[in-house]
Structures are given as structure tokens and as C-alpha cells.
Antibody
Framework: QVQLVQSGAEVKQPGSSVMVSCQAS????????ITWVRQAPGQGLEWMGR????????NLAPEFQGRVTLTADKSTNTAYMELNNLRSDDTAVYYC????????????WGLGTLVTVSP | DIQMTQSPSSLSASVGDRVTITCRPS??????LNWYQQKPGKAPKLLIY???SLQSGVPSRFSGSESGTDFTLTISSLQPEDFATYYC????????FGQGTKVEIK
């Protein structure tokens, strides 16, 4: 059974950075893509970007380019999402999910990590 | 960017009702359309991929279809556990979600 275990909630000051981790188990980490989605309180889902750990290729949504860094550690089956220069509107639940092929969507999700940006 | 227009934004229905939710992309997406269900405080759950393929373990009362430029999620007989928010998603160029449809109890 595939599991994606995310790091715990964070409270950050505006202008700082946050790193969220996502550790995969139950399948070969390098067989798929890890994608990141966020959801602000009471709002919809927003795709942020993806990383293919096997070849270290990344794609970011335009609105996150320059502020988000995606990395993956194949030795620990862990993906990381770092968001810089935090603003209050970055307060959201951040999810990682597994993407096997572009056609098949995101079939496994982490439980989410709440990031609160507050002075 | 491909925009996804989902309708309605909310609906009220009763147990046993047939429910349909529609999603229209701003350009052709070649059936790269997925549907998710999300309950409060939970991660989304994949229901349908490739416009009409049922994800493993999802009840058969859920179905997806494509007609012209529109994509539809149908719940044939609404069950108590189906009250949730539903999102469409295109995967043809990057990923974009619709705004969501909240299905509430009438």
C-alpha cells in the first residue's frame, strides 16, 4: 500500500521560508512523479509543481517560479517543497501526491501540512 | 494557461438523487480530465481519470463522460457519504483544477 507521509504543521513569519517533506513508502519512489498542491482556507485546489525523482526533472506552475524549490532524495524516498519569501496568502494546507502518468491523475495523496504565515 | 470552468458551484440534493457536475476547459484537452472528491479536512480522492475511467475501488455509481467540449461527472444515486466537494482537473498542459462543486444535503 502506497503511503505519503508529510511533515508536521508550521508557523512562519512573513518573508521567511518553509520546507515541507513528503516521504513515500510501499512502492518504488523512482517509478513516479511527486506533485505538490496547496489549498488556502475555504478555497480550491492549486497545483504548484512536480518533480520526477528518477531524472530530477521539475516543472513549476508559472505563479510559483522563482519562489518554490522542489527536490528529492532517492536514498530516503523523500521529496521536499521549499517556499520562499512567505506572505500571509501562502497560509494553506500543502499536499504532496503521486502522479503515475499524466493521463491518470494523482492517485495517492499525503494528509497535508498546514503552513500558517503570521507576524 | 488552460482554465477550467466548473458548474454549478454548489447544489443541494437528496439521498438517491442523480447528480451531474460539468466542467468546461478553455481549450481542447484530449480527454486529460480527472475528477476528485474532497471531504472537509481530508485530502482529495481520485474518482475518475481520463474523462471516463473509474479509479480502482471507487463505487460504480460514479461515472465520467465527455460530450463535445464538456466533461461531466455523474453520481447515479447519491449516498450519504457522497456529500462532499468535487473538483475537475485537466492534465493536458500542466495541471489546472476547476473551482469545485459543493454537494450539500437538501
Amino acid at each position: 500500500q502506497v503511503q505519503l507521509v508529510q511533515s508536521g504543521a508550521e508557523v512562519k513569519q512573513p518573508g521567511s521560508s518553509v520546507m515541507v517533506s513528503c516521504q513515500a513508502s510501499g512502492d518504488t519512489f523512482t517509478k513516479y512523479t511527486i506533485t505538490w498542491v496547496r489549498q488556502a482556507p475555504g478555497q480550491g485546489l492549486e497545483w504548484m509543481g512536480r518533480i520526477i525523482p528518477s531524472v530530477n526533472i521539475r516543472n513549476l506552475a508559472p505563479e510559483f517560479q522563482g519562489r518554490v524549490t522542489l527536490t528529492a532524495d532517492k536514498s530516503t524516498n523523500t521529496a521536499y517543497m521549499e517556499l520562499n519569501n512567505l506572505r500571509s496568502d501562502d497560509t494553506a494546507v500543502y499536499y504532496c501526491a503521486r502522479e503515475t502518468t499524466t493521463f491518470k491523475g494523482f492517485d495517492y495523496w499525503g494528509l497535508g501540512t498546514l503552513v500558517t504565515v503570521s507576524p | 494557461d488552460i482554465q477550467m470552468t466548473q458548474s454549478p458551484s454548489s447544489l443541494s440534493a437528496s439521498v438517491g438523487d442523480r447528480v451531474t457536475i460539468t466542467c468546461r476547459p478553455s481549450q481542447s484537452i484530449n480527454s486529460y480530465l480527472n475528477w476528485y472528491q474532497q471531504k472537509p479536512g481530508k485530502a482529495p480522492k481520485l474518482l475518475i481519470y481520463g474523462a471516463s475511467s473509474l479509479q480502482s475501488g471507487v463505487p460504480s455509481r460514479f461515472s465520467g463522460s465527455e460530450s463535445g467540449t464538456d466533461f461531466t461527472l455523474t453520481i447515479s444515486s447519491l449516498q450519504p457519504e457522497d456529500f462532499a466537494t468535487y473538483y475537475c482537473q485537466q492534465g493536458y498542459r500542466g495541471w489546472t483544477f476547476g473551482q469545485g462543486t459543493k454537494v450539500e444535503i437538501k
